[in-house]
């Protein structure tokens, strides 16, 4: 049966560790992304973080509901990052690639963490803070509200998607990671025209880009295809779902199927 997290309050009146210090959530997650970075995921381990806490590893499970309430606290402390990273300018557009590209930074700083917490959902304050924002930023453009989740679905699962992918270059060791960047000159760039045209015609180009992220070319293109849905409904003055309104482009189904494909 799980031991029964502590509350906060009570928590706080806990001597400090071996170490001289008083335990806390965020002490204890600061700690937890330095070993995920020194050791990754593997590495991770309540006997470990107890040793480098200077308590017992049992202490852990005071804060938390076992190492999955961990990694959902870690995952919600680089959304926490990325919103702090932020600053909101009034047009949507701007502020959601804004923040688009804080969230991708935040978890790339800590790449091992990336892929531990990416595909996870926390439910906690900082990450649902993340997410009303994103929402407030769409609704008060004019989107509706299924258009607004929408775009919404596809900004942070796009921006997390990247993020566990460019997390997974750097999280190898730095020699294998060359070893796959030189991949573009030291092998695509010697194909022949003869058996493969193609590539042959554009290697330059792909060595100078396939070593740098996608996402802020497909952020933009996301971008891009929602500011052109919302223009088109507000000069219809239609709700996007063929009814007149009061220009809210609100039907999920026509912006997801009229999106370019990612």
């Known amino acids: 049966m799980p031991k ?6 009570e928590r706080r009146r806990r001597r400090p560790t071996r170490q001289g210090t008083v335990l806390s959530e965020e002490l204890i997650v600061r700690t937890a992304l330095r070993m995920l970075r020194e050791h990754g995921s593997a590495g991770l381990t309540a006997r470990r973080l107890g040793a480098a ?3 017992d590893p049992s202490t852990v499970y005071r804060y938390f509901a076992g190492l999955d309430g961990l990694t959902r606290a870690i995952g919600e ?4 990052r990325a919103l702090d ?8 557009r701007a502020d959601l690639r804004a923040l688009g590209l804080a969230v991708h930074a935040s978890y790339l700083a800590h790449p091992q963490a990336a892929l531990l917490t990416a595909s996870r959902v926390t439910g906690r304050p900082r990450e649902i803070e993340v997410d009303e924002t994103i929402l407030g930023i769409l609704r008060g453009a004019g989107f509706g509200d299924a258009a607004a989740v929408a775009v919404y679905h596809a900004f942070i699962d796009l921006a997390l998607a990247f993020a566990a992918l ?5 999280a190898v060791k730095d020699e294998v990671r060359e070893a796959d960047e030189e991949m573009w000159t030291s092998t695509y760039a010697r194909l022949p025209a003869g058996t493969h045209p193609h590539i042959a015609a554009t290697a330059p180009l792909l060595a100078d880009r396939m070593n740098h992220s996608a996402y802020p070319v497909l952020l933009d293109t996301l971008l891009g295809r929602a500011e052109a849905q919302l223009r088109a409904a507000q000069t219809s003055g239609r709700d996007g779902s063929g009814v007149q309104g009061a220009g809210a482009v609100t039907d999920q189904r026509s912006w997801s199927r009229q999106s370019p494909p990612m």
């Open 77 to 80: 402390e680089l959304m926490g």
């Open 166 to 170: 460019d997390a997974g270059a750097l």
């Open 53 to 55: 806490l200077g308590a």
């Open 85 to 92: 990273s932020w600053t909101a300018t009034g047009e949507w």
């Open 4 to 9: 029964k997290v502590v509350p906060e309050a």
